[in-house]
């Protein structure tokens, strides 16, 4: 079955460009394995941009008053669903069926698709990722989709799990960790003093989490989150899971500076640290 649907996002009343470039973009909704940073494995799910699965969500990105043409397939064997978060959007695909949905993002911003369906344990199982909607082609923009994973409930696929007994023995960004993370450049902050920068964050995990930046203040810019506004200025930011926020960085000195989890079991991957959600960015003079 192929169904369509339009949908106006982020504004109600504006003029859509003749000359508006269209963006297209395949999902595929693909099963697979996940490996940690430890080797680890355990059941996965996630969207990517082809039938061939990948343990990291397809970032979909355009430009503001872009027309994005998103067609989700399901590529597994029982049904899935596709949400925007903060929409009316919901759709259900059967196994090997796809939908497709138009959008007209009329400013920046960061934006959570998901798997809807029993939520959350698709979910958790790894379906949901992020639209990222730029204000221009030359913004220098990294984009970061938090997860953590607690190996037994992807084992039992998510079935007759007690959320009030998750600990999780792992956490990424992106499906990495510390120090795989140091290698992904749309994770690791590598400019110059003065730069401009875009960090797109979306936290897909069901754990709160809190993002430290040392040596800098940055301002959101976007925020559909439950503790964060628009032009806060902070070194902190706090995510419930389906928390969204762009924040801009505008370096002011050269050096290296980490970025953790305030939550300092965040930062390891299966009692080892600091094997989770870490990095180091290196700011150049």
Known sequence: MHKRALIFLFSFVFFISLNATKVFQNLFINRGILTTVKNTTFPFLAFNSTSSYTQVNT????LKNDTLIINVTNNDTTLHGFKIKSTSLAFTINPSANITCTLYPTQRGVFVYYDHLAYPRNTYMGLAGMIAVKDKAS????????KEHLTGYNQQLGYAVN??????????????????????????ISNQVNDTIYIYVTNTGQSMHSLHFHGFHL???YADAKLIKNN???DTWGLFSMDAVV??????KKGQYSVHDHNLVAITGGN???NGMFTIMQINP
């Open 272 to 274: 080892t640290h600091p």
């Open 219 to 221: 301002t959101s810019v």
């Open 139 to 146: 913004d220098k923009v990294y984009f970061w989709n938090l």
């Open 232 to 234: 806060w200025i902070k």
């Open 59 to 62: 970032v979909v990105s355009c």
């Open 247 to 252: 924040l801009r960085l505008v370096p002011d």
């Open 163 to 188: 959320w009030n007994n998750y600990y999780p023995d792992y956490f990424t960004i992106n499906g990495k960790s510390f120090s795989q993370l140091q290698l992904d450049p749309t994770v690791k």
